[in-house]
Protein backbone atom coordinates (compact mmCIF):
# COMPACT_ATOMS: atom_id res chain seq x y z
CA UNK A 1 0.00 0.00 0.00
CA UNK A 2 1.41 3.45 -0.66
CA UNK A 3 -0.24 5.87 1.51
CA UNK A 4 -0.41 9.91 0.85
CA UNK A 5 -0.42 11.40 4.12
CA UNK A 6 -1.03 15.10 3.70
CA UNK A 7 -0.21 17.24 7.20
CA UNK A 8 2.20 14.50 8.48
CA UNK A 9 4.61 16.90 9.52
CA UNK A 10 2.12 18.29 11.73
CA UNK A 11 1.12 16.76 15.59
CA UNK A 12 -1.63 14.00 14.81
CA UNK A 13 -0.02 13.48 11.05
CA UNK A 14 3.66 12.61 12.73
CA UNK A 15 2.55 10.24 15.41
CA UNK A 16 0.16 8.50 12.41
CA UNK A 17 3.35 8.27 10.23
CA UNK A 18 5.57 6.83 12.95
CA UNK A 19 2.47 4.92 13.76
CA UNK A 20 1.95 3.67 10.67
CA UNK A 21 5.50 2.29 9.82
CA UNK A 22 6.04 0.76 13.01
CA UNK A 23 3.02 -1.46 12.48
CA UNK A 24 2.97 -1.84 8.41
CA UNK A 25 6.44 -1.65 7.58
CA UNK A 26 5.68 -3.11 4.12
CA UNK A 27 3.76 0.42 3.25
CA UNK A 28 5.08 3.14 2.06
CA UNK A 29 4.42 6.52 2.88
CA UNK A 30 4.72 10.08 1.43
CA UNK A 31 4.28 12.95 3.64
CA UNK A 32 2.81 15.90 2.18
CA UNK A 33 3.18 19.12 3.76
CA UNK A 34 3.76 23.06 3.14
CA UNK A 35 5.55 23.50 6.25
CA UNK A 36 3.42 26.53 8.11
CA UNK A 37 4.22 27.64 11.54
CA UNK A 38 2.36 23.81 12.35
CA UNK A 39 4.75 21.84 10.48
CA UNK A 40 7.72 20.22 11.68
CA UNK A 41 10.09 18.03 10.34
CA UNK A 42 11.96 17.41 13.37
CA UNK A 43 8.36 15.25 14.50
CA UNK A 44 9.74 12.83 11.84
CA UNK A 45 13.15 12.39 13.25
CA UNK A 46 12.89 8.97 14.13
CA UNK A 47 11.48 7.50 11.19
CA UNK A 48 13.11 9.65 8.16
CA UNK A 49 16.06 7.53 6.84
CA UNK A 50 13.55 4.77 6.97
CA UNK A 51 13.60 3.81 2.70
CA UNK A 52 9.37 3.25 2.75
CA UNK A 53 9.30 7.06 3.65
CA UNK A 54 9.25 10.35 1.46
CA UNK A 55 8.77 13.75 1.91
CA UNK A 56 7.36 16.15 -0.53
CA UNK A 57 7.01 19.92 0.80
CA UNK A 58 3.54 21.08 -0.61
CA UNK A 59 0.18 23.13 -0.53
CA UNK A 60 -2.69 21.16 -0.96
CA UNK A 61 -4.41 24.44 -2.43
CA UNK A 62 -2.03 23.76 -5.48
CA UNK A 63 -3.39 21.67 -8.57
CA UNK A 64 -0.06 20.63 -9.86
CA UNK A 65 1.96 19.69 -6.55
CA UNK A 66 -0.91 17.58 -5.25
CA UNK A 67 -1.73 15.83 -9.01
CA UNK A 68 1.92 15.01 -9.03
CA UNK A 69 2.02 13.45 -5.27
CA UNK A 70 -0.62 11.85 -5.46
CA UNK A 71 0.95 9.41 -8.37
CA UNK A 72 1.02 6.22 -7.57
CA UNK A 73 -1.25 6.23 -4.57
CA UNK A 74 -3.80 4.20 -2.88
CA UNK A 75 -4.88 5.30 -0.02
CA UNK A 76 -5.18 8.97 1.17
CA UNK A 77 -4.97 10.08 5.00
CA UNK A 78 -6.14 13.95 4.73
CA UNK A 79 -4.75 15.54 7.97
CA UNK A 80 -3.79 18.71 6.69
CA UNK A 81 -5.68 21.73 8.10
CA UNK A 82 -4.99 25.15 9.74
CA UNK A 83 -6.30 23.37 13.14
CA UNK A 84 -5.99 26.12 16.09
CA UNK A 85 -9.52 27.61 16.89
CA UNK A 86 -7.82 30.90 18.46
CA UNK A 87 -5.72 31.64 15.09
CA UNK A 88 -9.06 31.32 13.29
CA UNK A 89 -10.35 33.79 15.70
CA UNK A 90 -7.53 36.32 14.73
CA UNK A 91 -7.75 35.68 10.99
CA UNK A 92 -10.23 33.29 9.22
CA UNK A 93 -8.83 33.39 5.24
CA UNK A 94 -6.39 30.83 5.68
CA UNK A 95 -8.77 28.22 7.41
CA UNK A 96 -10.84 28.54 4.34
CA UNK A 97 -8.03 28.23 1.99
CA UNK A 98 -6.54 25.65 3.51
CA UNK A 99 -9.53 23.40 5.03
CA UNK A 100 -12.05 23.88 2.24
CA UNK A 101 -10.30 25.02 -0.76
CA UNK A 102 -7.31 22.69 -0.07
CA UNK A 103 -9.46 19.79 0.80
CA UNK A 104 -11.30 19.88 -2.71
CA UNK A 105 -8.72 20.07 -4.64
CA UNK A 106 -7.35 16.98 -2.88
CA UNK A 107 -10.58 15.26 -3.81
CA UNK A 108 -10.55 16.30 -7.61
CA UNK A 109 -6.87 14.96 -7.60
CA UNK A 110 -7.76 11.63 -5.59
CA UNK A 111 -10.74 11.16 -8.03
CA UNK A 112 -8.83 11.22 -11.00
CA UNK A 113 -5.87 8.96 -9.71
CA UNK A 114 -8.81 6.55 -8.81
CA UNK A 115 -7.19 5.82 -5.21
CA UNK A 116 -8.99 3.20 -3.36
CA UNK A 117 -9.63 4.73 -0.09
CA UNK A 118 -9.60 8.52 0.72
CA UNK A 119 -9.80 9.21 4.70
CA UNK A 120 -10.51 12.61 5.91
CA UNK A 121 -9.03 13.19 9.51
CA UNK A 122 -12.25 15.91 10.81
CA UNK A 123 -13.05 16.75 14.28
CA UNK A 124 -16.18 16.69 17.02
CA UNK A 125 -16.34 20.69 16.71
CA UNK A 126 -18.34 20.60 13.69
CA UNK A 127 -21.34 19.71 15.86
CA UNK A 128 -21.55 23.03 17.83
CA UNK A 129 -21.76 22.73 21.75
CA UNK A 130 -23.10 20.76 24.39
CA UNK A 131 -24.34 22.68 27.61
CA UNK A 132 -22.55 21.58 31.18
CA UNK A 133 -26.41 20.51 32.45
CA UNK A 134 -27.16 17.38 30.26
CA UNK A 135 -25.10 13.89 30.65
CA UNK A 136 -25.43 14.33 26.26
CA UNK A 137 -23.10 13.35 23.42
CA UNK A 138 -22.44 13.77 20.10
CA UNK A 139 -22.70 11.01 17.80
CA UNK A 140 -22.48 10.39 13.79
CA UNK A 141 -26.37 11.61 13.49
CA UNK A 142 -25.96 14.73 15.29
CA UNK A 143 -26.99 17.68 13.06
CA UNK A 144 -24.00 20.06 11.96
CA UNK A 145 -23.52 23.22 13.91
CA UNK A 146 -20.21 24.62 14.26
CA UNK A 147 -19.55 28.17 15.58
CA UNK A 148 -15.73 29.06 15.11
CA UNK A 149 -14.28 29.69 11.83
CA UNK A 150 -12.25 27.08 12.07
CA UNK A 151 -14.85 24.53 12.84
CA UNK A 152 -17.03 26.21 10.24
CA UNK A 153 -14.06 25.35 7.40
CA UNK A 154 -13.92 22.21 8.92
CA UNK A 155 -17.66 21.37 8.17
CA UNK A 156 -17.18 22.57 5.15
CA UNK A 157 -14.45 20.18 4.41
CA UNK A 158 -16.68 17.08 5.49
CA UNK A 159 -19.84 18.24 3.16
CA UNK A 160 -17.12 18.16 0.25
CA UNK A 161 -16.25 14.24 1.01
CA UNK A 162 -19.31 13.33 1.47
CA UNK A 163 -20.17 15.45 -1.64
CA UNK A 164 -17.85 13.43 -3.75
CA UNK A 165 -18.66 10.17 -2.19
CA UNK A 166 -22.53 10.72 -3.71
CA UNK A 167 -21.98 12.15 -6.66
CA UNK A 168 -18.65 10.90 -8.06
CA UNK A 169 -18.41 7.63 -5.89
CA UNK A 170 -14.88 8.36 -4.60
CA UNK A 171 -14.69 5.84 -1.88
CA UNK A 172 -14.73 7.76 1.34
CA UNK A 173 -14.74 7.60 5.25
CA UNK A 174 -14.33 10.04 7.67
CA UNK A 175 -13.79 10.07 11.40
CA UNK A 176 -14.71 13.50 13.82
CA UNK A 177 -12.43 12.91 16.97
CA UNK A 178 -12.34 14.86 20.05
CA UNK A 179 -9.14 16.68 21.31
CA UNK A 180 -6.24 15.02 20.67
CA UNK A 181 -3.13 15.27 23.65
CA UNK A 182 0.27 13.27 23.52
CA UNK A 183 4.40 14.14 22.71
CA UNK A 184 5.06 16.63 19.08
CA UNK A 185 1.80 18.53 19.93
CA UNK A 186 2.63 22.22 19.11
CA UNK A 187 2.61 24.04 22.28
CA UNK A 188 -0.35 26.73 21.22
CA UNK A 189 -3.27 23.92 22.49
CA UNK A 190 -4.00 23.43 25.96
CA UNK A 191 -2.39 20.65 27.23
CA UNK A 192 1.36 21.20 25.36
CA UNK A 193 0.69 25.11 26.72
CA UNK A 194 0.55 24.01 30.39
CA UNK A 195 3.06 22.02 30.73
CA UNK A 196 5.47 23.65 28.99
CA UNK A 197 4.73 27.03 30.73
CA UNK A 198 5.22 25.49 34.08
CA UNK A 199 8.82 23.81 33.56
CA UNK A 200 9.41 27.52 32.40
CA UNK A 201 8.29 28.82 35.01
CA UNK A 202 5.42 30.80 33.70
CA UNK A 203 1.96 31.15 34.26
CA UNK A 204 -0.51 28.63 32.83
CA UNK A 205 -3.61 30.84 31.23
CA UNK A 206 -7.02 29.62 31.62
CA UNK A 207 -9.70 30.89 29.33
CA UNK A 208 -13.08 32.85 30.86
CA UNK A 209 -14.19 30.21 34.27
CA UNK A 210 -12.02 27.60 33.30
CA UNK A 211 -15.50 25.30 33.56
CA UNK A 212 -15.34 23.93 30.30
CA UNK A 213 -15.47 20.73 29.26
CA UNK A 214 -13.71 18.48 26.03
CA UNK A 215 -13.65 15.24 25.69
CA UNK A 216 -9.49 13.75 25.61
CA UNK A 217 -8.04 11.08 23.03
CA UNK A 218 -4.75 10.19 23.40
CA UNK A 219 -3.09 10.28 20.03
CA UNK A 220 -1.64 6.93 19.36
CA UNK A 221 -5.22 5.78 20.17
CA UNK A 222 -6.81 8.45 17.45
CA UNK A 223 -3.75 6.26 14.87
CA UNK A 224 -5.14 3.27 16.00
CA UNK A 225 -8.73 4.32 15.29
CA UNK A 226 -7.44 5.81 12.18
CA UNK A 227 -5.83 2.01 11.32
CA UNK A 228 -9.15 0.03 11.88
CA UNK A 229 -11.14 2.20 9.59
CA UNK A 230 -8.69 1.98 6.51
CA UNK A 231 -8.59 -1.76 7.32
CA UNK A 232 -12.50 -2.55 8.17
CA UNK A 233 -14.51 0.37 7.92
CA UNK A 234 -17.59 0.98 5.80
CA UNK A 235 -17.15 3.02 2.27
CA UNK A 236 -19.48 6.26 2.85
CA UNK A 237 -19.47 6.33 6.67
CA UNK A 238 -18.68 8.22 9.25
CA UNK A 239 -17.02 7.57 12.45
CA UNK A 240 -17.18 9.46 15.57
CA UNK A 241 -13.78 8.98 18.06
CA UNK A 242 -13.29 10.13 21.41
CA UNK A 243 -11.53 9.51 24.90
CA UNK A 244 -12.37 9.96 28.17
CA UNK A 245 -15.95 8.20 29.48
CA UNK A 246 -16.34 11.21 32.54
CA UNK A 247 -16.32 14.65 31.92
CA UNK A 248 -13.03 16.45 32.99
CA UNK A 249 -13.42 20.65 32.99
CA UNK A 250 -10.35 22.66 32.03
CA UNK A 251 -9.49 23.93 35.29
CA UNK A 252 -9.17 20.38 36.63
CA UNK A 253 -7.12 19.31 33.69
CA UNK A 254 -4.50 21.93 34.29
CA UNK A 255 -4.66 20.97 38.19
CA UNK A 256 -3.79 17.51 37.93
CA UNK A 257 -0.84 18.47 35.56
CA UNK A 258 0.28 20.74 38.31
CA UNK A 259 -0.26 17.58 40.77
CA UNK A 260 1.87 15.08 38.30
CA UNK A 261 4.05 17.77 38.29
CA UNK A 262 4.70 18.44 41.95
CA UNK A 263 3.73 22.11 41.78
CA UNK A 264 0.65 24.00 43.70
CA UNK A 265 -1.88 25.77 42.36
CA UNK A 266 -0.40 29.59 41.98
CA UNK A 267 0.78 29.11 38.49
CA UNK A 268 -2.76 29.66 37.10
CA UNK A 269 -3.96 32.76 35.82
CA UNK A 270 -7.62 33.51 34.75
CA UNK A 271 -7.30 35.50 31.12
CA UNK A 272 -10.15 36.68 29.12
CA UNK A 273 -12.53 34.23 27.58
CA UNK A 274 -12.20 33.23 24.15
CA UNK A 275 -15.10 34.84 21.72
CA UNK A 276 -17.41 31.80 21.28
CA UNK A 277 -16.37 29.52 23.24
CA UNK A 278 -18.07 26.57 22.88
CA UNK A 279 -19.13 24.97 26.56
CA UNK A 280 -18.90 21.88 26.26
CA UNK A 281 -18.02 18.50 23.85
CA UNK A 282 -18.51 14.71 24.72
CA UNK A 283 -18.29 11.98 21.94
CA UNK A 284 -20.16 8.93 21.64
CA UNK A 285 -17.35 6.77 20.04
CA UNK A 286 -19.57 3.43 20.79
CA UNK A 287 -19.95 2.90 16.65
CA UNK A 288 -16.78 2.30 15.77
CA UNK A 289 -16.60 0.44 19.19
CA UNK A 290 -19.67 -1.96 18.21
CA UNK A 291 -18.36 -2.26 14.78
CA UNK A 292 -14.43 -2.23 14.45
CA UNK A 293 -13.65 -3.00 17.77
CA UNK A 294 -11.91 0.10 18.92
CA UNK A 295 -11.41 1.60 22.39
CA UNK A 296 -8.74 3.73 24.10
CA UNK A 297 -5.75 1.89 25.32
CA UNK A 298 -5.46 3.26 28.46
CA UNK A 299 -7.26 5.93 30.57
CA UNK A 300 -6.85 9.57 30.83
CA UNK A 301 -4.45 9.84 33.57
CA UNK A 302 -1.96 7.08 32.36
CA UNK A 303 -1.96 8.60 29.30
CA UNK A 304 -1.35 12.46 30.69
CA UNK A 305 1.39 11.44 33.11
CA UNK A 306 2.95 9.58 29.73
CA UNK A 307 2.42 12.52 28.07
CA UNK A 308 3.90 14.73 30.63
CA UNK A 309 7.27 12.84 30.87
CA UNK A 310 7.59 13.07 27.66
CA UNK A 311 7.88 16.98 27.55
CA UNK A 312 9.80 17.03 30.68
CA UNK A 313 11.89 14.29 28.54
CA UNK A 314 12.13 16.78 25.12
CA UNK A 315 13.05 19.93 26.49
CA UNK A 316 14.87 20.56 23.18
CA UNK A 317 12.01 19.87 21.35
CA UNK A 318 9.83 22.68 22.37
CA UNK A 319 11.91 25.01 23.77
CA UNK A 320 13.13 25.31 19.78
CA UNK A 321 9.45 25.59 18.96
CA UNK A 322 8.54 28.17 21.51
CA UNK A 323 11.03 30.23 20.33
CA UNK A 324 11.17 32.67 17.00
CA UNK A 325 7.40 33.46 15.73
CA UNK A 326 5.48 31.58 18.33
CA UNK A 327 6.67 34.51 21.13
CA UNK A 328 4.96 37.11 18.70
CA UNK A 329 1.97 35.07 18.47
CA UNK A 330 1.93 34.39 22.32
CA UNK A 331 2.25 37.89 22.84
CA UNK A 332 -0.81 38.51 20.61
CA UNK A 333 -2.97 36.03 22.24
CA UNK A 334 -2.38 36.74 25.73
CA UNK A 335 -1.39 40.58 25.71
CA UNK A 336 -3.67 41.10 28.59
CA UNK A 337 -2.77 38.34 31.03
CA UNK A 338 1.01 38.86 30.11
P1 LIG B 1 -1.37 20.67 13.24
O1 LIG B 1 -1.75 22.10 13.17
O2 LIG B 1 -0.44 20.20 14.30
O3 LIG B 1 -0.71 20.23 11.84
C1 LIG B 1 -1.25 20.60 10.61
C2 LIG B 1 -0.25 20.23 9.54
O4 LIG B 1 -0.82 20.58 8.26
C3 LIG B 1 1.08 21.01 9.64
O5 LIG B 1 2.17 20.14 9.47
C4 LIG B 1 1.00 22.01 8.50
O6 LIG B 1 2.27 22.37 7.98
C5 LIG B 1 0.15 21.26 7.49
N1 LIG B 1 -0.54 22.17 6.57
C6 LIG B 1 -1.27 23.26 6.88
N2 LIG B 1 -1.73 23.86 5.77
C7 LIG B 1 -1.30 23.10 4.73
C8 LIG B 1 -1.46 23.19 3.32
N3 LIG B 1 -2.14 24.20 2.76
N4 LIG B 1 -0.90 22.24 2.53
C9 LIG B 1 -0.18 21.23 3.09
N5 LIG B 1 0.02 21.11 4.41
C10 LIG B 1 -0.54 22.03 5.23
O7 LIG B 1 -2.74 19.87 13.27
P2 LIG B 1 -3.13 18.55 14.08
O8 LIG B 1 -3.47 18.91 15.46
O9 LIG B 1 -2.10 17.52 13.83
O10 LIG B 1 -4.48 18.17 13.34
C11 LIG B 1 -4.47 17.33 12.19
C12 LIG B 1 -5.89 17.18 11.68
O11 LIG B 1 -6.71 16.63 12.68
C13 LIG B 1 -6.54 18.49 11.26
O12 LIG B 1 -7.29 18.26 10.10
C14 LIG B 1 -7.44 18.84 12.43
O13 LIG B 1 -8.55 19.59 12.00
C15 LIG B 1 -7.85 17.46 12.88
N6 LIG B 1 -8.18 17.35 14.30
C16 LIG B 1 -7.27 17.74 15.24
C17 LIG B 1 -7.58 17.59 16.59
C18 LIG B 1 -6.62 17.97 17.68
O14 LIG B 1 -7.00 17.91 18.85
N7 LIG B 1 -5.39 18.36 17.38
C19 LIG B 1 -8.82 17.04 16.95
C20 LIG B 1 -9.75 16.71 15.96
C21 LIG B 1 -9.40 16.84 14.64
O1 LIG C 1 -12.36 19.10 19.65
C1 LIG C 1 -11.37 18.87 18.69
C2 LIG C 1 -10.56 20.13 18.49
O2 LIG C 1 -9.74 20.27 19.64
C3 LIG C 1 -9.71 20.11 17.23
O3 LIG C 1 -10.55 20.06 16.12
C4 LIG C 1 -8.81 21.34 17.16
O4 LIG C 1 -7.95 21.24 16.04
C5 LIG C 1 -8.00 21.42 18.42
O5 LIG C 1 -7.25 22.62 18.41
C6 LIG C 1 -8.88 21.37 19.65
O6 LIG C 1 -9.66 22.59 19.79
P1 LIG C 1 -9.89 23.30 21.21
O7 LIG C 1 -10.19 24.72 20.96
O8 LIG C 1 -10.84 22.52 22.03
O9 LIG C 1 -8.40 23.09 21.82
P2 LIG C 1 -7.48 24.05 22.68
O10 LIG C 1 -6.32 23.24 23.16
O11 LIG C 1 -7.18 25.32 21.96
O12 LIG C 1 -8.40 24.42 23.92
C7 LIG C 1 -8.88 23.41 24.80
C8 LIG C 1 -9.71 24.09 25.87
O13 LIG C 1 -8.83 24.86 26.70
C9 LIG C 1 -10.73 25.08 25.34
O14 LIG C 1 -11.86 25.07 26.19
C10 LIG C 1 -10.03 26.43 25.44
C11 LIG C 1 -9.18 26.26 26.68
N1 LIG C 1 -7.91 27.01 26.71
C12 LIG C 1 -7.07 26.91 25.65
C13 LIG C 1 -5.88 27.59 25.63
C14 LIG C 1 -4.96 27.49 24.43
C15 LIG C 1 -7.58 27.78 27.84
O15 LIG C 1 -8.34 27.84 28.81
N2 LIG C 1 -6.39 28.45 27.81
C16 LIG C 1 -5.54 28.41 26.75
O16 LIG C 1 -4.47 29.09 26.80
Known amino acids: MRILVTGGAGF ?27 GNLENLAT ?18 EVTSAMQGVDTVV ?7 VDRSILEAAPFVMTNVVGTQVLLDAALKAKVKRFHHVSTDEVFGALSLKTKSKFNEATPYDPRSPY ?32 PYQFPE ?6 ITNILEGKKVPIYGDGKYVRDWLYVDDH ?51 RPGHDRRYAVDWSKINRELGWKPKNDFNTWLTQTVHWYQENE ?22 V
Not at 14 to 38: G, Q, S
Not at 48 to 60: A, E, T, V
Request: charged share 25%.
Open 12 to 38: IGANFIIYWLKNHPDDEIVNFDKLTYA
Open 47 to 64: VDKNPKYRFIQGDICAVN
Open 78 to 84: HFAAESH
Open 151 to 182: SASKAGSDHLVRAYYHTFGLPITITNCSNNYG
Open 189 to 194: KLIPLA
Open 223 to 273: CEAIERVLQNGKVGETYCVGGVTEDINNLDIIKLILKIMNKDESSIEYVTD
Open 316 to 337: NWWKRVKSGAYKTYYEKQYKNA
